[in-house]
């Protein structure tokens, strides 16, 4: 039979021309490829297939393989999986459980025998390997009126579901694999009037999982000011989230946007392809919450659109940001994190008429306290370009660095190690490092300069630790601390090879010269 297990020591699925992904003692299962020409029968399958084209496996160690365009819209529930279940969720007053919808598309889920629109939470669903080579295409608007009624919104907090969150791949159980060679639309195309939170991952996994992306993610539509949208999504530790394709976020209106988000530890989070959003709300390249790597060797461009006429941005004034990376300290960090590194492109953008307490940085350090003793460093060998329009004036930094509890008493401690920027009037343009609550620590950083098109030969600029680190004033909403240690060990130098450096110490200044041959 086709679905006959088969118990190996090491077993290789090859899954694109730079994709392999290895097995150890683990039952597999052989592959089993959805196609339009497929001729299995449904009884020979490791996974079902509701009547709207979704497919679920519970059988640990499958591998499924699609290969057809599969398109969901939810305009007959009866037809789908619809799958309810309680998750955590943040509140004003913390953590609480909660009933939420989940849509998925392809998916490792147990479904309870009794009851199939609930998870069986007494087994899991572990070493399964899902992966799209077709075209998978999700729509909103008949789903979001469909449960309307039912789910949380602006007038109604005390409603049975808290949300609805539209899946491509995903998998809860350990040690998954979840690859898109393929391509994955999501349309938010509901009504922009619905206060009620719609969510989507297209790719989302636990423990161990490793999410990679390859193909092609676009995410598009009107949206709505409770749009919430994740690219790759990890909420377990020892995990992998890749990306070397495409992603695009171009939405009308959006909340909240993550094209790589981890919430957990000891977990690559990678982007060696494009990612690029131009829209509404808060929106962040990638993202980590805990000791992770992260690191970004492709292109990152983030704009920072206004809202729509007539529509509105539930964000709070003081949580309004858009970066390339997003760093946010918590209490389940390690004490040594590794650095946040980029080694590609990051540029960030916000345009004119979006709201004026909007802020923009290629780096972003939110939340930082002292309370939980982390020595992070910064590491900047590719590229970060900032820029704003319009006569408002936003907070735009390489890397920003913030505190928003006026409770602590002294700043968050960060680290610089090197760090490439262009040569221009730090102590007037502010957007080199911006501080808000910060101990930045100089002593063995590099900062390598390079020569803008426009500067004249041997025009000085001032390095001074206050003219790199622009500390923001106190606003009287938030205590700011900002200080320094370590500068008098700081180095500058070009890595230009026609360019040679004059750094003054003791007037703290810089100049560039292009060398006479």
Not at 221 to 242: E, L, P, Q, W, Y
Not at 385 to 403: L, N, P, R, Y
Request: glycine share 8%.
């Amino acid at each position: 039979m086709l679905c006959a297990v088969l118990i190996v020591t090491v077993a290789f699925l090859s899954c694109s021309k730079d994709t392999e992904i290895e097995y150890r003692d683990v039952i597999v299962h052989d592959t089993v490829r959805i196609s339009d020409n497929s001729s299995t029968t449904p009884e020979d399958l490791p996974y079902t297939v509701s009547e709207s084209g979704q497919i679920n496996t519970e059988v640990s160690g499958a591998i499924i393989v699609n290969e057809k365009d599969v398109m969901i819209d939810y305009a007959d529930p009866e037809k789908c999986n619809i799958i309810k279940r309680k998750v955590s969720v943040l509140k004003s007053v913390g953590w609480r459980r909660k009933w939420v919808i989940d849509c998925p598309i392809m998916s490792a889920f147990a479904i309870d025998p009794n009851d199939k629109e609930h998870v069986d939470t007494t087994k899991t669903v572990d070493n399964v390997t899902l992966i799209n080579r077709g075209h998978i295409e999700i729509h909103t608007k008949n789903i979001v009126e469909c449960y309307k009624e039912q789910l949380v919104d602006d007038d109604n907090e005390n409603r049975e579901f808290e949300y609805i969150r539209m899946m491509g791949l995903v998998a809860s159980g350990k040690n998954c694999v979840l690859i898109n060679d393929g391509v994955i639309d999501v349309y938010f195309d509901h009504d922009p009037s619905v206060s009620c939170t719609v969510y989507c991952f297209t790719m989302a996994g636990d423990y161990g999982s490793n999410i990679i992306n390859n193909g092609t993610i676009n995410f598009k539509g009107n949206g709505s000011s409770r749009t919430r949208m994740r690219g790759i999504g990890v909420t377990g530790s020892h995990a992998t989230a890749s990306n070397r394709g495409t992603m695009n976020m171009q939405v009308e209106n959006a909340e909240d946007s993550r094209m790589i988000t981890a919430g957990s530890d000891t977990t690559n989070i990678l982007n060696d392809g494009i990612m690029i959003a131009r829209q509404p709300g808060n929106t962040y390249g990638m993202t980590r919450y805990g000791t992770n790597n992260i690191v970004n060797n492709g292109y990152i461009s983030i704009t920072e659109t206004p809202v729509p006429n007539g529509q509105s941005c539930v964000l709070a004034d003081g949580s309004k940001f858009i970066c390339g990376i997003y760093e946010n300290e918590n209490k389940n960090r390690f004490s040594v994190t590794p650095p946040a590194i980029n080694r590609g492109t990051i540029e960030i953008n916000i345009e004119d008429g979006c709201d004026k307490v909007y802020q923009g940085y290629g780096m972003m350090f939110h939340e930082l306290s002292p309370e939980y003793d982390l020595s992070i460093s910064i590491v900047n060998d590719g590229v970060i370009k900032t820029s704003q329009s319009g006569s408002v004036h936003h907070d735009m930094a390489e890397a920003g660095f913030i505190t928003t509890d006026n409770s602590y008493t002294k700043p968050g401690v960060m680290y610089l190690g090197h760090w490439n920027t262009r040569l221009r009037d730090f102590s007037s343009t502010h957007d080199l490092f911006l501080a808000k609550g910060v101990e930045m620590h100089f002593g063995g950083g590099l900062i390598s300069l390079t020569k803008p098109s426009d500067y004249v030969d041997g025009t000085k600029y001032s390095v001074a630790p206050e003219a790199i680190m622009y500390c923001v004033p106190n606003s009287g909403k938030y205590d700011y601390i900002n200080t320094y240690k370590g500068y008098e060990t700081i180095e500058f130098d070009t890595n230009e090879k026609e360019i040679e450096i004059s750094w003054d110490t003791e007037n703290q200044t810089v100049s560039l010269n292009k060398i006479s041959i």
